[in-house]
Every structure is written in C-alpha cells, then in structure tokens.
C-alpha cells in the first residue's frame, strides 16, 4: 500500500503497459511495467495483469481509486472499446471515457478515447494523451507534433486541436527489413554511422519513389561493394526516414515542430530534420505521457464534481 | 535410370530447387523438385540434395552426365562460388562457370554466375539464364525485361547484352507487410479485387514518395471504413508496384516491355504497366529457364569440343 496514493496513471500499448501511482496532482510515488500488452491479453486478461503491477499499491476498500488509461487498451480487440474522436478535436474530451466492469472494488478504471481521420483514412491510440500533455505546458503552440515510433505520427496542431494528422509505418518497416528480409544479412543489430544515415535521407528525400531500388542496394552494396554492417543499418534507417520526410513535407516545411520522443529513434528524426533546416524542439514521451493522464484526472475530477 | 538422358538442367534458387532430365537439345523426359534451397543447405548438403532428385535418372558410371545450375547455388554462400560478370556483359558466357568437387563420379556439375553492376551497386542470379533463354528466341531483342519475383529485377537488353538492371525488393516487402506487419489483421491471404489494386497502383505512381502513408491507410480504412480484407490484399499489391513502376519509369517508359513471369505476380505487372499504355509481352518462367540452361550446355559443349 502507497500512502498518499490519489490515482493510477496506466500507459497501455500493444506491447507494454506501463502505470504510475500518483499523489494529488503529478506528483509521481511509484512506477511499474510488465510486458502484459494489449496484443497478449484476452479480454479477461486485463484487470489481472493491470492488478498484477499496482495491487500492491491499493489498500483497503475506501473509496476506488482512479485509473486512468490511455492507448491500445481502448482498441476493439482490448479491454473495452473507446470510439474514437474524429479531427478536428480536442486530443482529450473526459466525456467520451469508458469504464469498464471490474471485479476489484478498488479500482475505478477510466479508458481515453483515440483519435481518427475520415480523409485520408486514420487512426490513433495513445499519441493523443502526449499530445495532450504538450499542449497542457504549451497550451498557444500552432505547430506540428512528431511521434516517431513503431507507426510514427505527425500531427498539426492548432488553436488546442489537432487539426489533421498522418501515420507513417516507418518503425515497423525497419524493423521488419533489418531483421526478416534478405537485408539482415549485411544488417547489424546494433552501431551507427552518422554518414550512412545522412546519405540515406539524401537519397529517398531526393528521389522517393526509388526506395523499393534503394533498399535493395544496400544488399548488393554488402555483397560487392564492402557496405559494413553497421554502415548498412544505418543507411537502412536514413532511407526510410528520408521517404517519411518527403512524404511528410507538407507538415514540417515552414512550420515550428516538435519531436516528442526519446532514444536513438527521436534523435535520428532530429538529426533528419535539422539537415532541411528545421530545427525541431524535443520532448520526453514519458512526461509528456503522464501530463496528458494528468490532464484527463483533472478533467474526470471537474466532470465528477 | 532414364533412357537417352544427355544432360540434367537445374534452377537452384534461395528457397527451391528444380531439376530437368533432358535428351538431346531441349527435349524435357522428366522434371522433379523439392525444397531444397540454397539458404537451407550446408556446403556438404548440396550433392546429397542434388542426388535426392537425379539419383533414379542416372545409370552406372560411363561418361559423367552434365548438370547445368543457375541460382544461388552459386552464391557465396552456396555450393561453389560463381564470381559474377560485371554488365555490360552477355548474359552467359561458358568460360565462366565454376566446377563444385563432387564424389559421385556420375555428375558433372557447372554452376552458372550471376551478373553485378557497380553503379548503381545491384546483383542477380538466376535470372542472367532467364534473359539468356529469351534472347535464343529473340536475338535482336532491344527492350526491357521485368522479372517478377521476391526480387523484382528490370533489365534493359541490347545487342544481346544486359546494359543495366536494378532490383525491387516489392515481392518480399508484400510478404512481410501482408503476413507480419500491423496490416496482416486487414489483409486476406487469397482474393483479388481489380478495381482496388488500380486504386492503389495509380496512388502510388502519382505520388510516390507517400507510400508508407498509403500503406497504413489500408489499416485505418479497415477499421474505420470497412476495407474488405481481399481488397486490402490487392490495394497493398497495387501500392507496392505501383510504386515500383514510379521508380521502374526510365525503363519502361517509351520502351518494348517483356514480362518474364507466370502466375498472379506476372499478371499484376502485366494489368498495372497496360494501365500505363505498355502493352508487355509476356513469357514464361520456365520456359526461359529451360531454354537459357540449354544455351548455356551448347556452348559448353562447344567449349569442350
């Protein structure tokens, strides 16, 4: 039992969840993960694996205490669905949260919604509480957010809104052509190579459409041209980030960006970035993560009252 | 033991290997194959594997019989490494085949190269011998062959040599976006929709650095939308040589174009380069295989004579 504990922050995503026990306000008494994501639970699954991490942390039944959860959790395939919003919008609106049933008296679990896009089609779960969380400690920013993850995003943001946002399989792609197709061959797992990187976005940021031809190369280049390994990864990396960019251009040319992210996966958009003269500002996933579930508590906590 | 066996041609790819009782010429007495691949086999499992399969054909030792190989068993990684030509070049040339040691003394193996190309840095194997058997027919052929396949190549033929050539990676990028990816929740594995592999190929040639865009929206239109699952299948196919044909341009822009392929692959190039105003020739597979291997058996006898 945590004395002082007020609320539960959760991050619940495909792969991980991640909670926080949190006193009034932000104030962070405890953290916890496991890998009990949304993509290996069954619905059953969920309060057992959401107990598991926090039930020490509850004491007696007084009065529940919140927990407020954002991300895949909220899917069709989670723990209870949570529509999405459709842009324009508020990233968080406490009115569109579901509860869903618990057996543990203890817990009052509150799910945020997702975000989605009509035209073009699109969705998202979870980057919206960051979001969020940005636009609670910049509340006037107009600009563009920059997600880079397994499915990045780029989202334009206006007047608290976002406007309009793209996701790009960036993350995914790389990791499934470094690992699984005929390139891991002559890809490392590990090391980089800040020129390989630079040359790759050169080349798909000049020349898109040759990607599918670029990838390749970087088989033939091992093969006959001594490409090292790490060299290789890198230039991998630096390919399809350079495709993201200029497929991206219409958010980040001219306009103030934000990467909200952390690890060599932000840093490789802002090295990217600051090579077309954009000089992006950075943000902590993690913070930005539990200012966002501290804005949806506040929200509940005025809705309740 | 087959009567009137004069040479067994074999096409000893990454993942299969195909193998041909021939008689005098071209004619085909029995053909057998297995999965016996390259990326499966030690150095030592090569003869074994090849013997599993021309075992029954041959009789007791009189004149070692011939067997004339293309694929990656002549890979670094393979049998015996074939070094490759670096093009221009034909796409033969007899003096250039390695002779793995064998301790069958029935078997006389010669293992064909591939062909390299510097700048762009770009590799093949196997498909040299394709191109070989269609300029047997077509000698004066002065145009661009496509090569669907896990590897797509273009190459660009004159005066009987291959000028140039670059490589897709779309087959093997469709398989692990179709069965690996985030996407393989909406895609079917069977199925086709022709208007939607349009859509997607005329999404990707118009705009083509917004591929990893388009590729999430197939899963952002299933959920929201109710993207059909076979369409999704043919809309991820359409993207993806859509896109390849953006890059593929220089060549078959303006240009006779020859499929050589068979089954749906070839016939998705076939439907999205006539949609172009190409109309492709289309060969078969084998054929070009059989016939190339018996180009390369002449002039080795010619060599030998």
């Known amino acids: 039992m945590i004395r002082g504990l007020d609320w539960i922050a959760a991050d619940w995503g495909t792969t991980n969840l991640r909670v926080w026990a949190m006193g009034r306000g932000d104030a962070v008494l405890a953290r916890a993960e496991s890998a009990a994501g949304m993509a290996s639970l069954t619905p059953a699954g969920f309060e057992p694996a959401l107990l598991a991490l926090v039930g020490a942390w509850l004491g007696a039944v007084g009065v529940p205490v919140p927990v407020v959860a954002c991300g895949m959790v909220g899917a069709r395939q989670g723990w209870a669905e949570a529509p999405y919003a459709a842009v324009p919008a508020l990233p968080l609106a406490p009115g ?160 103030s960006v934000v990467v909200i992210g952390g690890g060599a996966g932000a840093k490789a958009y802002v090295t990217a970035l600051s090579a077309q003269g954009v000089t992006p500002g950075l943000a902590g996933v993690e913070e930005m993560t539990l200012a966002g579930l501290t804005m949806a508590r506040l929200g509940l906590q005025r809705g309740l009252a």
């Open 96 to 255: 569109r949260t579901v509860r869903p049933r618990v057996a543990d008296a203890r817990l009052a679990v509150h799910i945020l919604p997702g975000l989605r896009q009509d035209r073009p089609a699109d969705v998202m779960r979870g980057e919206e509480t960051q979001i969020a969380g940005f636009l609670a400690g910049q509340p006037d920013f107009d600009g563009v957010l920059c997600l880079p993850g397994t499915h990045t995003k780029w989202a334009h943001v206006s007047a608290g809104e976002v406007v309009s946002f793209q996701t790009f399989m960036t993350g995914e792609m790389f990791a499934l052509l470094s690992r699984q197709s005929v390139l891991r061959h002559g890809v490392a797992d590990t090391g980089w190579d800040a020129h390989a990187f630079a040359h790759g976005v050169d080349q798909t940021l000049a020349r898109p459409e040759r990607l599918a031809a670029y990838l390749f190369s970087i088989r033939a280049e091992g093969l006959i041209a001594g490409l090292a390994p790490a060299a290789a990864r890198s230039q991998l990396s630096g390919l399809l980030i350079g495709a993201e960019l200029a497929a991206a251009r219409p958010y980040w040319l001219g306009r």
